[in-house]
């Protein structure tokens, strides 16, 4: 029984395509984290900032520093 041909490329060529493509994804990924990280130190998007109970004001009060006269 005779062995079937090889098939596919050979290691010496796939390897370096492969190492190549691995490369560029991480550093496509590394690229995207920082860009994300970046301006307000989430991936996923802005933090929710605590409101100051003093921006809590119901409706039709007197702003600060408007007289009330």
């Not at 010496?12 to 994300?36: E, H, Q």
């Not at 996923?44 to 605590?50: E, N």
Request: glycine residues 12%; aromatic residues 6%.
């Amino acid at each position: 029984m005779s062995t079937p041909p090889a098939r596919g490329l050979p290691p010496r060529i796939y390897v370096p395509i492969l190492a190549v493509f691995a490369i560029a994804f991480l550093a496509l990924m590394a690229y995207l984290l920082r860009i994300g990280l970046g301006n307000t130190g989430t991936v996923l998007g802005p933090t929710i900032q605590p409101t100051p109970a003093a921006q809590l004001r119901g409706v039709g009060s007197v702003p600060p520093g408007a007289s009330t006269r």
